[in-house]
């Protein structure tokens, strides 16, 4: 009878634990990274759509608001001197403001950002709503002209987002329009 050579199981070495260890490590990373840039994209996508909405609030809010004061007419640009709030402006050139740089409705300080009903929206201290209103020349309405100087309008809403530890805000869309005559 021939007796076969018996032969010890062996198992893995260090070197190939070490290896497997390092593709699986390498793995688990990769799916973090992957998970986190998800979360990242995810977190700008909604801040995209409040942006987005919140324009299109100021949009709705200005709809049927005529381009110039119903009294005193294209004489008053931003505006008028009884009109001392949001809930005033009885205009589209009022939401220029007096000085011309737009109005700001911001999150930090409570006066906003607003609904179309201009009210105050709660909880969302990070934005900031600038409304800018320009004459623009008919024939070209990419070329401003002087305030009052023109029957057609272009409203710009600039949304920015400043969130917990960031420095400065970020500009997260513009909302434009044409006001026609």
Request: zero cysteines; a negative charge; glycine letters at 10%.
């Amino acid at each position: 009878m021939h007796r076969r050579p018996t032969t010890i199981p062996r198992g893995f070495t260090i070197v190939e634990t070490a290896v497997a260890i390092v593709i699986i490590g390498t793995g688990v990373l990769g799916l973090v990274a992957a998970q986190q840039a998800w979360h990242d994209q995810s977190a700008w996508a909604e801040r995209a759509a409040v942006a987005t909405r919140l324009g299109n609030e100021i949009r709705e809010m200005t709809f049927n608001v005529s381009r110039h004061d119903p009294v005193t007419g294209a004489a008053t640009w931003g505006p008028e001197s009884n009109e001392v709030g949001l809930e005033d402006f009885d205009d589209l050139d009022d939401f220029d403001g007096a000085d011309g740089t737009g109005l700001v409705l911001s999150g930090s300080d409570g006066t906003g950002p607003v609904n179309a009903m201009r009210q105050l929206i709660p909880g969302m201290t990070h934005w900031t709503q600038t409304i800018r209103v320009f004459n623009v020349d008919p024939g070209d309405v990419n070329t401003d002209v002087l305030d009052a100087a023109s029957d057609m309008m272009r409203v710009e809403v600039v949304i920015d987002w400043q969130g917990p530890g960031e420095a400065e805000p970020v500009m997260m869309t513009t909302v434009g329009w044409l006001a026609p005559r």
